[in-house]
């Protein structure tokens, strides 16, 4: 029962940590091309 609860521990701070990767890159991308993709140019080029 504790390694379970553990282990679901490690996983919640993985998925927070892998979130707050994601929204940082996201941010730093996007800061050069906030504009296309509100005008919704980076949809067509796979959103990069």
Do not use: P
Request: glycine content about 16%; some cysteine.
């Amino acid at each position: 029962m504790k390694v379970s609860r553990l282990v679901s521990a490690v996983f919640v701070v993985l998925a927070l940590g892998v979130a707050s990767l994601s929204l940082s890159a996201c941010q730093a991308m996007g800061d050069g091309s906030s504009g296309a993709s509100s005008s919704g140019t980076s949809g067509s080029s796979g959103g990069y």
